[in-house]
Structures are given as C-alpha cells and as structure tokens.
C-alpha cells in the first residue's frame, strides 16, 4: 500500500479501500480455481486475463488513480469472456469499479450500495469510523 497517499485518506476511506482489496484478492483466487484459469497450461487469453487481474491489485495496493479505470475493463472484459464465471465477482467490486459494471446490477441492489456509500460519506464528514459489516447487513437484510 502506498502508506503516504493512503495514510493522508480518512479512516473510513481506508477501510474501504481494504475492504474492495480483499475482496478483489479473493475473487482473484476464485478465478483460479475455475476453468480456464487452472493448471499450467493456459491459453493466451487466460495468461492475459490473469495478467491484468494482477496489475489492478498491483495498482490498487499503490492507489494508482487509474485502478477504478482499470477495473471496470477487466470486469467488462470478462464478463464477455468467460459469463460464466462472474459469480467469482463479489457484488461489492461491481459497485467500487461503478461505470459499466453497474449494468450488471438490478437497480434495488445499485440503491442499497448508494445507502452504504451515503453511510460511508457521513462517517467521514463527521470524522467517525465506520463499521462496514455493520451498516451493509442492516442495508441489505443480512444477519
């Protein structure tokens, strides 16, 4: 993580940068445990595929401004590749990449992640932490 530009974040946006980085790590792996992506002997758009994946965490550790950017592609990217495997995206990664990705999310869903951000926002306006897990199962009906 680049510690200057990230410890100068507010808290509640540090979390949340971490929060969509484990989460893109584990949907990494997800991947790599589906087809195409297992084994040693991938075919080319899977190396490329595999590839780009590792530079946007690369480029998300070091809050490189383009990752968003970047995300967006690879999740368009591979839901025209492989649709088959975008349950390995968690739905939180849809709405952090936003842009295109939103189009793969009914509008009820789009509501609740605009409550969460909303929650987020004021945790930051009013400089208090903000418990994630907390507030997006109260939003979303988890227990």
């Given at each position: 993580?680049?510690?200057?530009?990230f410890a100068?974040?507010?808290?509640?946006e540090?979390e949340?940068?971490?929060?969509?980085?484990?989460?893109?790590?584990q949907?990494?792996?997800?991947?790599?445990e589906?087809?195409?992506f297992?084994?040693?002997?991938l075919?080319?758009?899977a190396?490329?595929?595999?590839?780009?994946?590792?530079q946007l965490?690369?480029d998300?550790?070091h809050?490189?401004?383009?990752?968003?950017?970047s995300?967006?592609?690879l999740?368009?990217?591979q839901?025209?590749?492989?649709?088959?495997?975008?349950?390995?995206?968690?739905?939180?990664?849809?709405?952090?990449f936003?842009?295109?990705?939103?189009h793969?999310m009914?509008?009820?869903?789009?509501?609740?992640?605009?409550?969460?951000?909303?929650?987020?926002?004021?945790?930051?306006?009013?400089?208090?932490?903000?418990?994630?897990?907390?507030?997006?199962?109260?939003?979303?009906?988890?227990?």
């Amino acid at each position: 993580m680049s510690e200057s530009r990230f410890a100068q974040l507010p808290e509640a946006e540090q979390e949340n940068i971490l929060f969509h980085l484990r989460l893109l790590k584990q949907s990494y792996e997800a991947f790599r445990e589906k087809e195409p992506f297992l084994g040693q002997d991938l075919d080319q758009d899977a190396i490329a595929f595999l590839a780009a994946y590792e530079q946007l965490i690369k480029d998300m550790v070091h809050l490189d401004p383009n990752h968003v950017f970047s995300g967006q592609q690879l999740v368009t990217q591979q839901i025209s590749k492989y649709p088959d495997l975008t349950e390995c995206w968690a739905r939180d990664l849809l709405w952090y990449f936003g842009g295109d990705c939103l189009h793969y999310m009914p509008d009820d869903e789009i509501e609740k992640f605009q409550q969460l951000d909303d929650a987020r926002f004021e945790a930051i306006d009013e400089g208090k932490a903000f418990q994630r897990e907390k507030v997006r199962n109260r939003i979303f009906g988890l227990h």
